[in-house]
């Protein structure tokens, strides 16, 4: 009677609503259980993992679900997953600064990789395109794997977890999207095709018993050669902040950059409260006040913070600064952001600055030292640069000031290795036209070969049109009428949509002058089409078959390499080392603007070549590059024209006349 008493009669309204909520709810708790389910027993090893001893990678796909825009098409539909990768040090050896390759293969888009760094990104961080040729991915912040033997099988010192969130496309409701492959990428180690089970993908990679690693004494990862590399060591360090220094080294005999910019990303909420030697483009403390900066140093000053920015942009000082006793006097600064080949000068091939920077909980002691990853580093006019992840290496040891016979070491030092990349089509940013004395045309540089727009009113992919030898030496936009009229002259047929300009702002032409019985000769005309000058500017050409015979260069100063092979370096003479910019004519009002120009004759002799072919395309240049960036060639070379002599000819003597003239005013002036 009790119990009955107690009981309440609710409306069916009501427990209509109660049931609607639960089953929301139950839906809601499914969704979740496709990412987590939610247990903290961790998961027993895999079988496979107790027979490995080496290092055991795994990948592990841990659900995903549909997200906007949501579309029918199941090639366009865009899915969030999750998964988690796992690298175990199950060996007898070290592992240092693990990467491993992961296949992705379904148009992946990497949001986040907490564990890792993505190594063969753009440098931009996350998001990163990956699901078309997978990625390559790096340690960080634990970046070594220590042995069961040295940790008494500590597993938090073996093994690291890259937990992946990402999007992906293409793939049916009912398929589990998995990589092509997974692998270790270390040096010395080889991997078997990785093995999948449904959801899980695992492989162990052993130590090649051929690899003979160089005998290096160091105590940390030993310092790699690349084209250009940066050393970030850390000079003085406290409880909540260090002084480091970074060096930029430009080892590559074709590399260069000019006015170039740095930029990374700081992993663990480090500010720059100060710098010497080079400064940052954006000074705004606001990041810090309203960040976990401002939160942590409540009393700081933020007002005279240099930079905030997880991704701040670094740029060296101008020359004037040099002596300043607040930005400068350090060796190597202020050099207006160039950096020269060593070929050309060995003191200009080298930059420094220091920065301070200020650390977050939980980094609060002396030795948490992290440096910031993803470094990227472009320039005006360069070669592209792709960096890898700082590794550490031993501490950087420097000499004593004073001159006394001691050396002192930095507290920890990392290096970044750089290296030059080729342009992808239609993204360079010079190009190359072909011309000899048996040609009437000229062919000019391909089109959108430094990129194009997008405008309707050209063909981005038609072979760019002929041109008579004076059309070089105007812009694009006043070479279509010399074109057409050049196609009708020479009954050419003309597309109904011209190609699309080259776009480039520097062109060079290669005109073969003459070929004789012992020897020929050609001749390079450099063209500037932007508004700025290039200082110590250089060049390079690459061959097949011409160097044995190459014999002198006369107007520039001409050096032959052994690194790359087979190419002949051409710098201005002193006094002609500037490639000025484009200038308005004569008579602005009617006359086009007029580019810098450098011309110079090459010559060569066939007694080490007897056999070359000058016009079948031997006496052209397979390789060319402009202050170190290769330049897009054309895709023929110039066709026979008859007997006579070609117009071409007389150019080079006008561009020599002009620019002698040029030069003579200049130095009357």
Partial sequence: MLIRSTCIRIPWRVLSCIALVL?????????????????????????????????FVTYNFMGREKIYPLVKNVSAQAWSFKAMATVLNAGAYELKSWKIFIGFQHNELLVSADGAVVVDGDGDGFPVQVGKNGTLLAGFPQSDLETAIDTAGDYTQMMVQVNIVGTQFGVKPKATPMPKTIKLVNDGYKCPGAMRRGSYMHVCCKRDPKYKPKKIKTKFMPRQYGDLSFTYDVLQAYENKYMAQVTIDNNHPLGRLDQWNLTWDWMRNEFINSMRGAFTHRKDPSDCIYGAQGQYYQDFDFSTVLNCQKKPVISDLPPELQNDDKVGKLPYCCKNGTLLPNTMNETKARAIFQLEVFKLPPDMNRTALYPPQNWKIEGVLNPS???????????????????????????????????????????????????????????????????????????????????????????????????????????????????????????????????????????????????????????????????????????????????????????????????????????????????????????????????????????????VFFNGEECALPKQFPARSGATRSPIGLLPAILLSAATFMLLTGRLN
């Fill in 385 to 623: 640069y792709k960096c890898g992840p700082p590794f550490r290496v031993d501490p950087t040891e420097f000499p004593d000031p004073s001159g006394i016979a001691s050396t002192s070491s930095a507290v920890a030092s990392w290096q970044v290795t750089c290296n030059i990349t080729r342009p992808k089509p239609k993204q360079a940013k010079c190009c190359v036209s072909f011309s000899a004395y048996y040609a009437e045309s000229v062919v000019p540089c391909s089109t959108c070969a430094c990129g194009c727009d997008d405008d309707a009113r050209c063909n981005q992919n038609a072979d760019p049109l002929p041109l008579p030898p004076d059309a070089l030496l105007v812009p694009f936009d006043n070479r279509t009428e010399k074109a057409k009229a050049w196609a009708h002259l020479k009954h050419h047929k003309l597309p109904a949509k011209l190609p699309c300009p080259d776009n480039c702002g520097v062109s060079i032409n290669w005109h073969v002058d003459t070929d004789y019985k012992t020897g020929w000769t050609a001749r390079i005309t450099l063209f500037n089409w932007d508004e700025f000058s290039f200082v110590d500017w250089f060049a390079a050409f690459q061959f097949k078959k011409a160097f044995p015979g190459y014999e002198k260069v006369y107007s520039f100063n001409g050096t032959t390499l052994t690194r790359p092979n087979n190419t002949i370096f051409m710098e201005g003479l002193p006094g002609l080392n500037y490639l000025v910019g484009e200038v308005n004519g004569t008579y602005p009002d009617r006359d086009p603007r007029v580019p810098g120009k450098q011309q110079s004759v090459i010559s060569f002799l066939k007694k080490d070549t007897p056999h070359i072919k000058v016009a079948q395309g031997d006496g052209f240049p397979s390789k």
């Fill in 23 to 55: 089953f929301s709810c139950s839906i809601e708790i499914t969704k979740a259980q496709d990412y987590d389910d939610g247990s903290d027993t961790p998961a027993a090893p895999p079988p496979e993992q107790g027979k490995c001893d080496g290092i």
